[in-house]
């Protein structure tokens, strides 16, 4: 089975910094597209970046602030998130789209960003 589990998230004050990680198990990074997704309370689930091969892709309200990675080796999946600002509050997803089409996903881990 396809199992997702995120770790890393918190409560960080405006302009900090987390690392969120995602691990999984059961299926391949390196043969998927897997992403970052996120929901803040009352809100759709938004994509927040993506890898693909060598292809990152990311949210406009993201971009120079995150940093999406893949560790094939690990089977890991990472997001560096910098200048962390009150809107980023959220609860963040790991998702891996297969090849054959399946998509899952983690269990959701809470970020919230506040003085």
């Known amino acids: 089975q396809v199992q997702l589990v995120e770790s890393g998230g918190g409560l960080v004050h405006p302009g900090g910094s987390l690392r969120l990680s995602c691990a999984g198990s059961?299926?391949?990074?390196?043969?998927?597209?897997v992403s970052w997704y996120r929901q803040a309370p009352g809100e759709q689930r938004d994509l927040v970046a993506s890898?693909?091969?060598?292809?990152?892709t990311y949210a406009d309200s993201v971009k120079g602030r995150f940093t999406i990675s893949r560790d094939n080796a690990k089977n890991t999946l990472s997001l560096q998130m910098d200048s962390l600002q009150p809107e980023d509050t959220a609860v963040y997803y790991c998702?891996?789209?297969?090849?054959?089409?399946?998509?899952?996903w983690g269990q959701g881990i809470q970020v919230t960003v506040s003085s």
């Open positions: 998702d891996i789209l297969e090849p054959m089409g399946r998509h899952y």
């Open positions: 890898i693909s091969g060598s292809s990152t």
């Open positions: 059961g299926s391949r990074f390196s043969n998927a597209i």
